[in-house]
């Protein structure tokens, strides 16, 4: 079973930076579909980015394209989501789910097979 653990959540304020890491215990994902996701207060979690594990394509939900980038990081086997000029409206618990079949494309939510406890971000002034 594949643990997931998410880090570099905090304060910030907006026009801010900060870096999320998603790594799974114990393990790689190296070879798994990655998705980044966020749970704001009142909203239904949402995806943010996405890196599929046939291609490698990044994709972004429109409202952080140009703002925010995912990596995979091969030697520390981590995903990363780089954010830059946050705004009050990312504020959210942000989550990394991971499945480690074959995807082109980013899969629905209900097709990951792997999720963390959620790390929380906050811009504010």
Same mark, same amino acid.
């Given at each position: /079973? $594949?643990? &997931? #653990?998410? +880090?570099?959540?905090?304060? #910030?304020?907006?026009?801010? %930076? $900060?870096? &999320?890491?998603? !790594?799974?215990?114990?393990? +790689?994902?190296?070879?798994?579909? #990655?998705?980044?996701?966020? $749970?704001?207060?009142? =909203? !239904?979690?949402? !995806?943010?980015?996405? &890196?599929? *594990?046939? *291609? *490698? /394509? !990044?994709?972004?939900?429109?409202? @952080? &394209?140009?703002?925010?980038?995912?990596?995979?990081?091969?030697?520390? =086997?981590? @995903?990363?989501?780089?954010? *830059?000029?946050?705004?009050?409206?990312?504020?959210?618990?942000?989550?990394?789910?991971?499945?480690?079949?074959?995807?082109?494309?980013?899969?629905?939510?209900?097709?990951?097979?792997?999720?963390? /406890?959620?790390?929380? @971000?906050? @811009? %504010? +002034?």
């Amino acid at each position: /079973q $594949l643990q &997931l #653990v998410e +880090s570099g959540g905090g304060l #910030v304020q907006p026009g801010g %930076s $900060l870096t &999320l890491t998603c !790594e799974a215990s114990g393990s +790689s994902l190296i070879y798994h579909a #990655v998705g980044w996701y966020r $749970l704001a207060p009142g =909203k !239904e979690r949402e !995806e943010v980015a996405c &890196l599929p *594990n046939m *291609n *490698n /394509q !990044e994709s972004y939900r429109s409202s @952080v &394209l140009g703002r925010f980038i995912i990596t995979r990081d091969s030697a520390k =086997k981590t @995903v990363k989501l780089h954010m *830059n000029n946050l705004k009050t409206e990312d504020t959210g618990v942000y989550y990394c789910a991971a499945t480690r079949m074959l995807w082109s494309r980013c899969p629905a939510q209900s097709d990951y097979q792997f999720w963390g /406890q959620g790390t929380q @971000v906050t @811009v %504010s +002034s």
